[in-house]
């Protein structure tokens, strides 16, 4: 968690304008076309399924606790590998940024100094973190719900940005229509905890 705030003093060096700015975005999508609402109606209770990879990893654990806490505070419970209403799977990805300028209320698709800019001199390359969650019908296997996050900065290691990604997916459960939404933090300069300040839809 205190590496969250090591991430407020990057952004503030490359954008001269502090952690107003700090942002990560959202996209859903409901099944068959269903309202978001009616996709996740029914009783919280969902498990966990994994890949062989998170299976093998040794952070993967750390990632699934992070997970587990956020869905407790919107009501849903983990049944632990039993027979739940959802079946919910996670995948995350950390990948180079592409070249681009940006300001305080960039997206994350945009922000940021590129890799030949001032900011790649100054703090290094800038790198894409990725989360998405989806929500199967446990009984069916039909996906009920999909939501992705995704945020920019200056670190490689994917469990630098998954606090952050985790709050981001799941400020709202389930986010409503449109599909494109930002949601904005500010950092606990304390505990370097990121807290969600606004959760707004995304205009294109």
Request: hydrophobic share 40%; glycine share 8%.
């Amino acid at each position: 968690m205190a590496k969250i705030a090591h991430l407020c003093a990057a952004l503030a060096v490359a954008s001269l304008t502090g952690c107003a700015g700090l942002s990560a975005d959202v996209h859903t999508m409901s099944a068959n076309g269903a309202g978001h609402a009616v996709a996740l109606q029914g009783e919280q209770t969902y498990s966990l399924a994994r890949t062989q990879p998170q299976d093998d990893s040794a952070d993967h654990p750390q990632v699934e606790k992070l997970l587990r806490d956020e869905l407790a505070k919107q009501g849903f419970v983990d049944t632990a590998g039993k027979p739940a209403h959802y079946l919910l799977s996670m995948a995350y990805s950390t990948r180079p940024a592409s070249i681009g300028m940006g300001g305080e209320d960039c997206a994350p698709t945009d922000c940021g100094a590129g890799s030949d800019g001032l900011g790649a001199l100054l703090l290094g390359r800038e790198y894409r973190h990725a989360l998405t969650l989806r929500f199967f019908d446990y009984a069916s296997g039909s996906e009920r719900y999909k939501v992705s996050a995704v945020f920019n900065d200056r670190d490689a290691d994917p469990l630098h940005a998954l606090p952050l990604l985790v709050k981001t997916a799941l400020a709202k459960l389930p986010f409503d229509a449109p599909a494109d939404w930002r949601v904005k933090f500010s950092i606990d300069t304390a505990s370097g905890v990121p807290n969600v300040e606004s959760v707004k839809p995304l205009q294109r």
